[in-house]
């Protein structure tokens, strides 16, 4: 007898995974717990594995359950673009996609405005994360697509966007430890690991000029308040800077390679969320490049 998948059931188990918990996803769908609970032990049946452990309180995939979300979440997106194309109704087709927090202010809102031209009822979620993190998430699955950044040749995926120079910058005033050559130079940089901070830490060592961190973080926003202080240096693109910040030229400061910008995209992208590449894509390189 061949296997058929429900596809209620597969709806439940991407929307409980992306959720982090199936009791939110219950609240999602309008459902049960018990119907959600059923719905998890039909999949288990029609697949012949088990695809749910008990972690904590909550459940975690098996390895079995990891390989059919995959699908799920393929099977799932196709329905509801052949539903949303016969007029039928169908839950709103959803994509995933992730950026740097460089680009939330514009790359992100721009790409939006175009995209809900062509497909106004489209879900996008995004996530303006850590870079480092972005390419792993689409590569696990996590993600539908990213843009990030990598350093020349380190990464053999992705379509190349752009490449962006490195600078130096500060606040209006800058730091008085800048004045003293031989003083550390007082460092804002995000928390480890960050490409950026292992680029401008690798610069400074390069020219045995010594430093110190006066202050990390994960947020963006936070390193610009900082430098608007007075609290130290950053290393970051010449994309998006803010007022009150300023390129630090003379101070001896070592100079910085430039960074790659790509894009990435997990393997067989339903056609609403290839739109939403294409227009991704172009979007990131205007912006970046000022074509």
């Known amino acids: 007898m061949s296997t058929r998948f429900d596809i209620d059931a597969l709806r439940t188990m991407v929307v409980g995974v992306d959720a982090g918990s199936f009791a939110r996803a219950a609240v999602q769908l309008g459902r049960s717990q018990s ?5 998890l032990k039909r ?18 995939l098996t390895e079995a359950g990891d390989a059919l979300l995959a699908y799920a979440r393929r099977i ?3 329905h509801d673009e052949a539903a949303a194309a016969l007029g039928a109704n169908a839950a709103t087709v959803s994509i995933r ?9 514009d790359i992100m809102p721009e790409a939006m405005s175009r995209f809900a031209r062509i497909r106004p009822d489209a879900h996008v979620e ?4 850590r870079n480092y993190a972005l390419e792993e998430e689409v ?3 996590k993600l539908d697509m990213a843009i990030a950044f990598s350093l020349p ?8 966007l752009a490449s962006m120079p490195l600078f130096w910058f500060a ?4 730091p008085d430890d800048l004045s003293a050559r031989r003083a550390p130079v007082p460092l804002v940089l995000f928390d480890h690991p960050c490409l950026f901070r292992q680029t401008a830490l690798q610069a400074l060592d390069r020219r045995n000029r010594p430093w110190r961190l006066a202050l990390t973080t994960p947020s963006l926003a936070g390193v610009w308040a900082a430098l608007r202080y007075g609290h130290g240096v950053t290393v970051r693109t010449g994309h998006s800077v803010p007022r009150g910040i300023q390129q630090v030229d003379d101070s001896g400061l070592p100079p910085l390679p430039a960074l790659e910008l790509r894009l990435f995209e997990r393997s067989n992208l339903t056609g609403a969320a290839g739109e939403f590449r294409n227009v991704l894509a172009s979007v990131a390189r205007d912006r970046v490049t000022g074509s």
């Open 153 to 160: 040749g380190q990464s053999k995926s992705g379509t190349l």
């Open 35 to 39: 119907a959600v609970s059923m719905h």
């Open 97 to 105: 996609m992730g950026l740097p927090q460089d680009f939330f202010e």
């Open 171 to 174: 606040g209006k005033r800058l």
């Open 139 to 141: 590569h696990a699955g």
């Open 43 to 60: 999949l288990e049946e029609q697949a012949g594995h088990t695809l749910f452990e008990r972690k904590g309180r909550g459940l975690a």
């Open 126 to 129: 995004i996530r303006a994360g």
């Open 76 to 78: 799932v997106e196709l």
